[in-house]
Each structure stands twice: as structure tokens, then as C-alpha cells.
């Protein structure tokens, strides 16, 4: 809803509408779309960062929300996205692997989530055997690839 034209007609669909109004087709297809977003197992993460900081570094909503991504739409590239920006690459080391269990973030989040369960899942399917060496060869090549640079600068 992005328009008050959107507004005003659910509120007409709203004012207008029974209970038990729906088909079974419709309701059918309302459980299809349901039973399909709960395959797809997203993490109800809103992003509010209760949970932070994590005393071991963990960017809990960045992973979970990098996670939902890959999910959600299955994106090849996710792996690498998450490595870049949680790896170590673009800035410091935040991965989900990092997670000790400590269970500091569980009692604050609002959505009840259990946060190191979930973190344990996304570095399991998000992190792969090679990716922190994967991490220094690439920091490698950019601090080379930045030296380079300013040699060209001079």
C-alpha cells in the first residue's frame, strides 16, 4: 500500500466483507500461498538490533536478513554476498559462525526468535569449508590492488 487509493480500498474490501465469506477455493489457495512461505523457513527478523551488539561480533540482523535473501529468492551470489559483507572483506568480521552460544540476545528479542539456533543454520548453510581463507586471499588482492593505486597516483 503506497497510495491512499490502495488505503481506501481495503477499507471499502474490509467494511464490505462477512465473516466466512470466502470460497474454499479461496480458502484453499490462501493455505497453497501459506504452506509456501513456510517452506521457504524465513527468519522473522525486524531489524530493530535489540539483540546488538553481540559480545562476539555476530551482525545478527545483517546475517539473518542475508539469509531470508537467499531464501527467499535463491540468489547464486548470496554466498558471496554474505562473505563479502560479513566475512571480513568489506569491513570486520560479523559471520554467524562467530556465535559462541552465549544466549545474551534471546531474552531481547522482540519476535522471540532462537537467535543462536538460527545462527547455527545460516553458518552452516551460509559458510562454506574455505571462505575465511577465501577472506584473506581476497583482502589480499585488495590491499595489493589499493597499493597499486597510489604508486599509479604519485
Known amino acids: 500500500?503506497?497510495?491512499?487509493?490502495?488505503?481506501?480500498?481495503?477499507?471499502?474490501?474490509?467494511t464490505e466483507a462477512d465473516i466466512n465469506s470466502m470460497s474454499k477455493e479461496e480458502l484453499g489457495t490462501v493455505n497453497e500461498v501459506k504452506e509456501?512461505?513456510?517452506?521457504?523457513?524465513?527468519?522473522?527478523c525486524t531489524s530493530f538490533r535489540y539483540c546488538m551488539p553481540c559480545p562476539f561480533g555476530v551482525d545478527i540482523p545483517r546475517c539473518f536478513?542475508?539469509?531470508?535473501?537467499?531464501?527467499?529468492?535463491?540468489?547464486?551470489?548470496?554466498?558471496?554476498?554474505?562473505?563479502?559483507?560479513?566475512?571480513?572483506?568489506?569491513?570486520?568480521?560479523?559471520?554467524?559462525?562467530?556465535?559462541?552460544?552465549?544466549?545474551?540476545?534471546?531474552?531481547?528479542?522482540?519476535?522471540?526468535?532462537d537467535i543462536p539456533k538460527e545462527l547455527s543454520t545460516i553458518a552452516t548453510e551460509m559458510e562454506w569449508l574455505t571462505m575465511k581463507v577465501a577472506v584473506v586471499v581476497a583482502k589480499g588482492l585488495f590491499s595489493v590492488q589499493r597499493k597499486l593505486a597510489m604508486r599509479r597516483k604519485r
Do not use: R
Request: proline residues 3%; contains cysteine; hydrophobic residues 30%.
Open 1 to 14: 500500500m503506497t497510495e491512499d487509493v490502495h488505503i481506501d480500498e481495503n477499507i471499502k474490501i474490509a
Open 36 to 44: 509456501i512461505y513456510e517452506d521457504m523457513k524465513m527468519i522473522s
Open 65 to 113: 536478513k542475508l539469509y531470508n535473501f537467499k531464501k527467499n529468492y535463491g540468489n547464486k551470489q548470496s554466498k558471496k554476498i554474505y562473505c563479502f559483507q560479513l566475512g571480513g572483506i568489506a569491513s570486520k568480521k560479523a559471520y554467524a559462525s562467530l556465535c559462541k552460544d552465549c544466549g545474551k540476545c534471546v531474552p531481547e528479542c522482540p519476535q522471540n526468535i
